[in-house]
């Protein structure tokens, strides 16, 4: 009770009456809290008995809540990684074209879709994705910078035009940014039956 | 708003930050494309918290939404996940139309929304 202001701070309605008897209940629920057997005067008296027993309640009550075990759902881990991901990088984002004030996509979400695009080209994969946003320009153009593998033997011109017109209508269809240019670079090659 | 002498006190209605930010987070979930809202940090502890404690609470979930009111306007900010194969330009100006339409239209208030794609899911 250490935290309790003195009686004479407190506003006269906010005071605590003692028990009928005259003892102060408070004391009888520390020293019932703190284990201390009752004194002669607690066994005796009816008031504080009834004190004493609800302290002892409570106790038990708070007690038995303390050792519960408690169950996370299952979800709390995804939820909370997420969320943490989301928090880390707010400022990661590409301004999309908006006439109704800002409007932004995470950057990782944006390569992403871009890689998911290569990928559907058979004899390459794309590895990393790196896009860059032109601030200069109205349109909110991009610039992406392209890692890919290549299938060995593959012929790598016509490839890398393909990957070049799927990203930038993947860029136009999926993300709704235009991409102004788009660097390939062919990092290694892959045998048949490996990717 | 009221007429001066007809005896009726004038009424001034304040909307919080709370209710924009339920109300926007109800419509922005109706928006086509949309798949969940992105809680923040904060918001996502909290609602652990109150599942592990077993408060189910009957309230309206604001989870992803920001929302500050400043007098007649108010300023919201949403935090969605898609799936690909939406525009997400088309997406963003969608549900800043539909959200500040909606938040208006309950409050009155000049809405200004501001929207994150935070994810983009696979189809």
Do not use: K
Not at chain 1, 62 to 74: D, I, K, N, W
Not at chain 2, 65 to 86: C, F
């Amino acid at each position: 009770m250490a935290l309790n202001p003195e009686p004479g701070d407190l506003p006269a309605d906010a005071r605590i009456e003692p028990l009928a008897c005259g003892r102060d209940a408070a004391l009888v629920w520390d020293r019932a809290e703190a284990g201390t057997p009752p004194d002669e005067h607690e066994r005796a008296c009816p008031h504080c008995t009834a004190a004493f027993a609800d302290a002892q309640r409570l106790d038990s009550v708070v007690h038995r809540m303390a050792t519960q075990e408690l169950e996370p759902p299952s979800s709390v881990m995804d939820r909370v990684l997420s969320a943490v991901r989301t928090e880390l990088r707010p400022h990661d984002v590409l301004t999309l074209p908006s006439p109704h004030g800002p409007a932004r996509v995470s950057r990782p979400a944006a390569a992403t879709v871009l890689r998911h695009a290569v990928d559907r080209i058979s004899g390459v994969w794309a590895r990393s994705c790196r896009i860059e946003q032109v601030t200069a320009v109205e349109s909110r153009a991009v610039d992406v910078t392209l890692t890919v593998t290549a299938r060995f033997g593959i012929d790598l011109t016509p490839v890398t035009a393909r990957v070049r017109q799927l990203v930038i209508a993947a860029g136009e269809q999926a993300l709704g940014i235009p991409v102004r240019r788009v660097d390939i670079h062919v990092v290694d090659v892959f045998e048949d039956g490996s990717s | 708003m009221t007429e001066p002498g007809a005896g009726v006190p004038p009424v001034r209605m304040h909307v919080s930050d709370a209710v924009v930010a339920r109300v926007a987070a109800q419509q922005a979930q109706r928006v086509p494309g949309v798949v969940a809202l992105r809680a923040d940090l904060g918001q996502a502890l909290l609602g652990i918290a109150g599942s592990v404690l077993g408060q189910d609470r009957p309230t309206l979930s604001a989870d992803g939404v920001g929302a500050t009111v400043n007098g007649r306007s108010a300023e919201v900010s949403v935090t969605i996940v898609t799936r690909l194969g939406h525009n997400c330009r088309d997406l963003a100006q969608a549900v800043q139309r539909e959200v500040a339409a909606e938040v208006s239209a309950y409050t009155a208030l000049d809405v200004h929304v501001q929207v994150t794609i935070a994810d983009i899911l696979p189809p």
